[in-house]
Structures are given as C-alpha cells and as structure tokens.
C-alpha cells in the first residue's frame, strides 16, 4: 500500500473497484488483439472546489467549506489515515499529456498518476497556517473499512519517466489556493460550477 505500483495484485470489494479492473483489462485485451490505442489512468482522490458528493475521500474538499464556513469540521475518517490525492488542475493536465504522447513512448497501456499523499491530521495542520480551523473525527466505519484498503501512496514512475509527468501542486501550494477558490465560490450566491477549473 505504501508504495502501491503499477503492477501489483488488485482484488477489489467496491462495484466501482471491480468495474475499474474489469475496463482496464478489457482495454488491454482489445490493445494487444486488435491494435486499439487503449490508455488508462489510475488516478488518487482529486480535489477541486466543486462541492463534495459523500465519497470516501471527499472529506479533503469538504474540509475547506468547513474551515471557512465554521471553523469546525468532524471528519470521517481516522486521523492517521493516508490516501493519495492530486488537485484537478494536475489531474487535467495528466490526461492531457497521456493523450498526447506518442504511442511508441508508452511502455504500458494503465498508469499510476499521483501527487501527493496526506493524512487528515496533516491536511488539518497545513490549513490552520492559513486560518482557524478546529476538527473532531466521528469514524464513519463504512468509509473508513474502505480506505483502509486503498494505497496510502500510489507509485507513479512509469508515467514520470514515459511521458514526462510532474505535478505542479504540492499539499502545501494547493491549500492557499485552494481556500481561495472556496471563498470565490461561496461568495456567489449560485450553484457550484459544473466546470472542472
């Protein structure tokens, strides 16, 4: 789980898990049989300031509503709990350079992409440098049995080194900004934007 590669054993318990391995393998098959350019990303927990859905990783977005909002946010998930995630923009900008990079640079058909990796109690740490923020944890023992299977870290050396990936947003640069984007957003007296920038 820590780092968890390209390659390794993938039996998964969620419909989504299982649909995803079932597609990339699918994918694969129909590449080497019939020649399709099939390419397929595995992407961490993506955070943007659209408003959260209730998914497992979501508490790292609703947490910025709740610093700004209240002040307090109860998350879900235990303390120590790390999961990869990656700002929207370097997740856009992946699937761009994937895209676009010639197929004989492809050393495989499903890349790992990350970032960056964090705990709650990290996330917390690096937001109340910016503002005040208190945090409680009510264990949602659901979502918490799931991460607990997902990879702390996602190993992504087969994307850095075919088609030149780097991110540009750590933790630490995607927080101001982030807390930005979430005042810009509920300073508007309007729905989220169905736009991912």
């Known amino acids: 789980r820590n780092p ?11 419909i989504y898990g299982v649909s995803k391995v079932y597609m990339e393998l699918l994918g694969e098959y129909y590449h080497h049989r019939y020649g399709l350019d099939f390419r397929s990303a595995r992407f961490p927990g993506i955070i943007s300031a ?4 209730g998914g497992t990783t979501d508490y790292a977005v609703q947490i910025f509503y709740d610093a700004i909002e209240t002040g307090h946010h109860e998350c879900f998930l235990s303390p120590d709990t790390r999961l990869p995630m990656m700002y929207i923009s370097d997740c856009i900008e992946s699937v761009i350079q994937m895209m676009e ?3 004989e640079d492809l050393s495989q058909r499903t890349y790992n992409i990350s970032a960056f990796s964090f705990t709650p109690e990290e996330i917390v740490a690096e937001i109340q440098k ?3 923020l208190e945090v409680s944890y009510k264990i949602d023992p659901m979502r918490q049995k799931i ?3 997902w990879p702390q870290v996602l190993e992504d050396t087969a994307a ?5 990936w780097d ?3 750590s933790l630490e640069k995607m927080v101001p900004y982030m807390l930005q984007k979430v005042r810009d957003q509920l300073s508007k007296d309007l729905p989220p934007p ?3 920038f």
Do not use: M, N
């Not at 659209?50 to 859905?53: L, S």
């Open 194 to 196: 169905k736009e991912l």
């Open 160 to 164: 850095r080194k075919d088609w030149k």
């Open 50 to 53: 659209t408003t959260p859905g």
């Open 101 to 103: 990079c010639p197929q």
């Open 147 to 149: 991460a607990s299977t």
């Open 167 to 169: 991110p540009k947003y």
């Open 130 to 132: 910016h503002v005040p």
């Open 4 to 14: 968890t590669p390209d390659l390794t054993i993938q039996r998964p318990k969620t």
